[in-house]
């Protein structure tokens, strides 16, 4: 089993960044890729960007040109630096990792909310 533990989320103003990051422990060795999801109260959740263990990363249209993922293998920590935040940002965003088996492990979420 994989344990992921998120933090870094706030309140942050139109135009601001922010950087999360996610702590994999467990059976990381299982691991194909990470990512990070968000969901907004009453919508479904989405996946904002993801990395496969060969370096291929994926991102949302919605955030694409703003929003960067990476990784410290080493240290097993996920990373999302968020800038140009905007008011459609704000969500509990989820730090997601995907397993060689097809299974996927969230973590509790942090929330993110872009106001002025």
């Known amino acids: 089993q994989v344990r992921l533990m998120e933090s870094g989320g706030g309140q942050v103003q139109p135009g601001g960044s922010l950087r999360l990051s996610c702590a994999a422990s467990?059976?990381?060795?299982?691991?194909?890729?990470v990512g990070w999801d968000r969901q907004t109260s009453g919508k479904q959740r989405e996946v904002v960007a993801t990395?496969?263990?060969?370096?291929?990363?994926v991102y949302a249209d919605s955030v694409k040109g703003r929003f960067t993922i990476s990784m410290d293998s080493a240290q097993k920590v996920v990373y999302l630096e968020m800038n140009n935040l905007k008011p459609e940002d704000t969500a509990v965003y989820y730090c997601?990792?995907?397993?060689?088996?097809?299974?996927?492990?969230w973590g509790q979420g942090t929330q993110v909310t872009v106001s002025s």
């Open positions: 997601a990792a995907y397993t060689h088996s097809k299974n996927k492990y």
């Open positions: 467990g059976s990381t060795v299982s691991i194909a890729a």
């Open positions: 990395r496969s263990n060969d370096g291929t990363v």
